[in-house]
C-alpha cells in the first residue's frame, strides 16, 4: 500500500482560505528578534501584564488540593453561573437564569458556539469596521457571511443605526457589537445600543473587556433586548489570558442546542479554571480596582505622547487597553510600515490592516505593558519618525 505524498490541495479550502492573525505574526516575529539578542518593547498584544489576583490563585490550589479535578456539568458548575448572573445583576440590574449561561474555555469556543447554533449557511452577520480580527473568520467557519458597516474615527468608531437599518435584508440574523472596542478602545453609547436592540435581528455582543472603562460607563445590551447573545470572561479583566474561561450568555431556547455543541467538541471547560472564576467574581473587586486604576494612567500617557508625535486621534479612547492611531500621513499601508517600526524602533505595533480595510492607515497600540516600558516605546518611536526612516519604506 502506498498512501502517498501529502500535497496542499489535501488541505481543506476553508482552512486555506483563513487569513493570519497579524498581531500574532508581529509577536512571533518579534519574539524570533528577542532570541537574536534583540531588546524588544510590545505594545501590539492585548494581554495584560499584571500577574494574576491571588485570590483567585489560591481558589485554584485549594480546588487542587481537594481533589476538583474532573469533568464538571457541560454548561458549567452551577457555583459559577450563579455568581455571573449575580455580577450581570449588580453591575447591570438585569436578571438572567443560571439555565441562560454557559461556561467555555474562553470566549473564542463561545463564538463559535452561537455562530454555529444561529446561522444557517448564507445567512448574514452585520459587523464594524474596523472589528476584531476574528470576527469574520468565526461567521465564515459557520458558513455564514461577514456583512461590514464602515464606521468612522470622528464618529468614536460608533455604529450608525440608519447604515444598519440599510444593510439589513431577509438574510440578516444577527449584528454584532464590542464596547469597549477592540481595536479603538471606545465605548458604544447607550442610545445607540437601545436603537439597534429595537431591530429586528439578534444583537450579539461582545463584552470581555467590560470593568475596563475609565470615562463614561459600559452597558451590557441585556439592559436593552432580552434576543440577544453576550460573550464574556476573565482573560482580560482579571489578569487570567492562560486560564482560558470564558462564557456565553444566550436566549433560553438556544441553550439546548449550545449545551449539546459544547458536550460534543468541548465536554466541558476546565474545572480547576471555574472554581477560580468564582473566586474572581466574588473576590477579586480591590485588586481588579487597583489595576483599572494603573490602566488609565497608561492609557494617558499613550495618548499624550502619541498626539505629540501626530498621530491622528479624534476621540481619545476610554476603555479597553488599545489606542487605534491614524498614521496615514506617516504611510498609507500600515502592515508596512508596522513592520518597520519593528525592525527599526525595536517596538511591537498592530497593523490596522489587521481589522478591516476600514482600519488600513491606522496602528493599534496597546498600552497592557508598564509606564517605564510605555515611555521607553514612545521614545524609540519619536526617534525613528524623526529620522524619517518611514519615508523609506518601499
Not at 487569513?19 to 537574536?36: G, H, K, N, W, Y
Not at 492585548?46 to 481533589?67: H, K, M, S, V, Y
Not at 447604515?163 to 469597549?180: G, H, L, V, Y
Not at 440577544?228 to 438556544?254: C, D, H, Q
Request: hydrophobic share 40%; proline share 5%; aromatic share 10%.
Amino acid at each position: 500500500m502506498n498512501p502517498g505524498k501529502s500535497t496542499p490541495k489535501d488541505v481543506s479550502q476553508r482552512a486555506q482560505d483563513i487569513p493570519p492573525f497579524i498581531a500574532m505574526d508581529v509577536l512571533e516575529t518579534a519574539q524570533a528578534m528577542e532570541r537574536s539578542g534583540e531588546s524588544i518593547i510590545h505594545l501590539e498584544v492585548g494581554e495584560p501584564d499584571f500577574d494574576t489576583p491571588e485570590c483567585i490563585n489560591e481558589a485554584a490550589l485549594q480546588a487542587l488540593r481537594d481533589g476538583k479535578t474532573h469533568y464538571t456539568d457541560s454548561r458549567g458548575l452551577i457555583e459559577l453561573r450563579e455568581a455571573v448572573c449575580a455580577h450581570y445583576y449588580r453591575q447591570y440590574r438585569v436578571l438572567i437564569s443560571p439555565d441562560q449561561v454557559i461556561i467555555t474555555s474562553g470566549t473564542s469556543p463561545a463564538m463559535l458556539m452561537v455562530f454555529l447554533a444561529l446561522l444557517e449557511p448564507g445567512q448574514e452577520v452585520i459587523i464594524s469596521d474596523p472589528h476584531y480580527a476574528c470576527y469574520p473568520n468565526f461567521i465564515h467557519f459557520a458558513q455564514g457571511k461577514p456583512v461590514k458597516v464602515q464606521v468612522y474615527e470622528e464618529d468614536g468608531f460608533q455604529y450608525l443605526p440608519q447604515e444598519i437599518e440599510r444593510r439589513i435584508s431577509s438574510k440578516t440574523k444577527a449584528i454584532f457589537i464590542n464596547s469597549p472596542s477592540n481595536p479603538t478602545g471606545t465605548l458604544l453609547a447607550a442610545e445607540r445600543m437601545r436603537d439597534l436592540a429595537r431591530l429586528t435581528p439578534y444583537i450579539v455582543s461582545d463584552e470581555i473587556y467590560h470593568g475596563l472603562v475609565y470615562e463614561g460607563k459600559e452597558h451590557s445590551i441585556l439592559e436593552f433586548t432580552d434576543r440577544a447573545f453576550v460573550f464574556n470572561g476573565f482573560s482580560k479583566l482579571y489578569a487570567m489570558t492562560g486560564w482560558r474561561l470564558g462564557y456565553v450568555i444566550a436566549p433560553l431556547e438556544f441553550t439546548r442546542p449550545l449545551q449539546k455543541i459544547h458536550q460534543n467538541f468541548y465536554i466541558s471547560a476546565n474545572s480547576i479554571s471555574q472554581w477560580a472564576g468564582i473566586a474572581a467574581l466574588t473576590q477579586a473587586q480591590e485588586e481588579v480596582a487597583r489595576m483599572r486604576e494603573i490602566y488609565d494612567q497608561r492609557r494617558r500617557v499613550m495618548i499624550k505622547h502619541l498626539k505629540g508625535m501626530g498621530f491622528g486621534l479624534a476621540v481619545e479612547p476610554t476603555g479597553a487597553f488599545y489606542v487605534l492611531a491614524n498614521a496615514r500621513h506617516f504611510h498609507p499601508h500600515s502592515y508596512k510600515l508596522a513592520f518597520d517600526i519593528l525592525k527599526e524602533a525595536k517596538v511591537g505595533v498592530t497593523p490596522g490592516i489587521d481589522f478591516g480595510f476600514g482600519a488600513e492607515g491606522y496602528i493599534r497600540f496597546t498600552y497592557a505593558n508598564s509606564i517605564e516600558r510605555i515611555e521607553e516605546g514612545m521614545e524609540r518611536l519619536r526617534l525613528y519618525l524623526s529620522r524619517e526612516t518611514y519615508k523609506k519604506i518601499s
